[in-house]
């Protein structure tokens, strides 16, 4: 069973400070890494994705993963009120094969 | 260029109704997907279809069915629905082979009474 975990939250941090957003996955043979914001009733958005161990930054966000401990984390810096939504990590084996999603993490930035 | 659409947008059924929910893509993508979300939950996968003229199971596919009619639009049909199977339903599409995100449809909200 692939499993992709993540804290629910909420998670509360104050406007401008970095939020740290943390997933574990049971999959060894997960290939492909990404990060998906979702608004209250909205669809999913990506904002990162990631395919080798190390970091990956673009703007104001940075994914990184381990592959050995298989953990992926985002980082969200200089954090802003419409940072404030459900962080969704999802993980792929490869080829055509659809994602596995986590439960999603509510992150609340308070101004 | 509109992306993924999917209709209805809302739906209310009564349990052992069917129905069928549509999905189209204009990004010539070759993979679509269907995921189910329920509250509190990530997004689980339905069924998907690698190309045009193949489809497979996903996470949850029982009580569901799928036809790739074409490349451009993926449907998912309810026989016969459940209380169970009340959800948000999200369409995806994504260029296999190529690009991975994988782009979403804005979602159908389904009731089964």
């Known amino acids: 069973q692939k499993e992709v975990e993540q804290n629910s939250g909420p998670l509360s941090v104050p406007e401008g400070a970095i939020a740290s957003l943390n997933c574990t996955y049971s999959?060894?043979?997960?290939?492909?890494f990404f990060w998906y914001r979702q608004y209250s009733g909205k669809s999913p958005e990506l904002i990162m994705s990631?395919?080798?161990?190390g970091d990956k930054e673009d703007g104001r966000f940075t994914a990184q993963l381990n592959k050995a401990s298989q953990y992926v984390s985002l980082l969200i810096r200089d954090s802003q009120p419409s940072d404030s939504a459900t962080y969704l990590c999802?993980?792929?084996?490869?080829?055509?094969?659809?994602?596995?999603f986590g439960k999603g993490t509510h992150l609340i930035i308070q101004p | 260029n509109a992306g993924v659409t999917q209709t209805p947008k809302f739906q209310v059924l009564k349990t052992g109704q069917s129905m069928t929910l549509q999905c189209a893509q204009d990004?010539?993508?070759?993979?679509m997907y269907w995921y189910r979300q329920d509250p509190g939950m990530g997004l689980r996968l339905i069924y998907y279809?690698?190309?045009?003229?193949?489809?497979d199971k996903g996470e949850v596919p029982n009580g569901y069915n799928v036809s790739r009619l074409n490349k451009r639009e993926f449907s998912l049909r309810l026989e016969s629905a459940a209380p169970s199977q009340t959800s948000v339903y999200f369409c995806a599409s994504r260029e296999f082979g190529g690009e991975e995100t994988q782009y979403f449809g804005p979602g159908t909200r389904l009731l089964v009474l």
């Open positions: 990004m010539n993508h070759n993979s």
């Open positions: 279809s690698a190309s045009e003229g193949t489809t």
């Open positions: 999959d060894r043979g997960s290939q492909s």
């Open positions: 990631i395919y080798s161990n």
């Open positions: 999802a993980v792929r084996r490869g080829g055509a094969d659809g994602l596995t």
